[in-house]
């Protein structure tokens, strides 16, 4: 029988590189695995994407922004002298702040409450993807039980972060009429904030990587960041994008959200209850509709959808805007085979709740 050997490396894999080709070789894994080439990214910055869809992805990316000073923190924890820990610390500086109201981690809850959410929703990352929580704790995990080297070569993804930010704001700007400045404030410090981290780490990488093994470590770690950083994306659109499947618990459009004043609104600010004449109907804008990617029906509310039951569903077919209460209650008596009066009293809960969420008015 023939032994099998492993193939030999390629030859790039077992020579010393220099600085100048170590660098080619971390920019190449950035040019063919960062995450700018996620699709994505792509109908982000394209304006493609429901506001829903961009809160998500904000919402989301909450669970990365609060884990990084984590991670630094975890990182500097080993850094062995203080010159070193003097540097890396500034990056835990950058997204805690120095005080109240102040750093990365406040920037990106603004950026959060500018698409819509509420901030006690946000900070209790209840709502995230398992997915997104999974890839950020496998970085902390990655940065607490590898070498320093991997560890550090692990953050150089920011190397290409400046190229994105400026892709990502224009477009965003350009392209949603709910984002502003104000809201993408998150941002400008990173283009200063990221070229400063990646020149250390980078020129840390190239000082230290000094034997073949070392420099291929290196470029594992860059690589398996960059995977850290494309789940993410994975996840937002399986889930948000197509086929559109939210995992129990994770977060479904309407969740969360500072409500939104609407004309439509009782002056008291809650709507009185209904009562069996009344005439439900839907406010203007407000439409019930089947949504073929999620094999669902919606009600689709400017600027927001919500999901709906299947005796909510039975419900707002019948509301037409002639009809009462009591006769909708009626007709899903008769189609159901159930007394309507029991009928009636679930429906005046289901319909309070609608008005509450100002989708239903009478
Ligand atoms: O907007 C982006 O696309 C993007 C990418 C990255 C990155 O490449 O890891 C970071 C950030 N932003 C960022 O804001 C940030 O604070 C950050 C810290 C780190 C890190 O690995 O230590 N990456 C990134």
Avoid at 320 to 326: C, N, P, R, T
């Amino acid at each position: 029988m023939t032994a099998q050997f492993p193939p030999p490396a390629p030859e790039s894999e077992q020579r010393l590189l220099s600085h100048e080709e170590l660098e080619a070789a971390l920019r190449d894994i950035g040019a063919r695995r960062y995450h700018n080439l996620h699709p994505f990214h792509r109908l982000l910055h394209d304006g493609k994407l429901s506001k829903d869809q961009v809160r998500a992805w904000a919402l989301n990316r909450y669970y990365y922004q609060a884990m990084i000073p984590v991670k630094d923190a975890a990182l500097l924890a080993r850094l062995p002298d203080a010159s070193l820990r003097r540097i890396w610390r500034q990056r835990i500086v950058d997204h805690d702040g120095d005080h109240e109201g102040d750093g990365g981690i406040e920037r990106w809850l603004k950026l959060a409450e500018g698409v819509g959410f509420a901030r006690d929703y946000v900070l209790s990352t209840k709502g995230i993807l398992s997915a997104t929580r999974f890839s950020v704790d496998a970085y902390v995990h990655f940065v607490s039980e590898r070498s320093l080297l991997e560890a550090i070569a692990s953050s150089l993804t920011e190397m290409f972060s400046p190229t994105i930010i400026s892709e990502r704001v224009a477009g965003m700007l350009k392209n949603y009429d709910f984002v502003t400045k104000e809201t993408l404030a998150y941002f400008d410090k990173r283009l200063t904030q990221a070229p400063r981290d990646a020149d250390f780490a980078l020129d840390y990488v190239k000082r230290h990587a000094t034997t073949p093994e070392l420099q291929r470590a290196a470029m594992d770690a860059l690589t398996f960041k960059c995977t850290v950083l494309w789940t993410q994306l994975d996840a937002l659109y399986f889930a948000y994008v197509s086929p559109g499947l939210v995992p129990p618990d994770a977060w479904q459009p309407g969740e969360g959200l500072v409500p939104e004043a609407s004309p439509a609104a009782a002056p008291t600010g809650v709507p009185a209850a209904f009562s069996g004449s009344d005439v439900p109907r839907l406010p203007r804008g407000v439409r019930l509709r089947f949504d073929e990617v999620r094999n669902k029906h919606i009600l689709l509310a400017p600027e927001r959808t919500f999901d709906l039951d299947d005796n909510a569903v039975a419900v707002l077919k019948l509301v037409d805007g002639q009809s009462s209460v009591s006769q909708i209650a009626r007709t899903l008596g008769q189609t159901y085979d159930a007394d309507p009066a029991v009928i009636e009293a679930d429906i005046l809960v289901m319909l309070a709740g609608l008005a509450q969420r100002r989708v239903l008015e009478r």
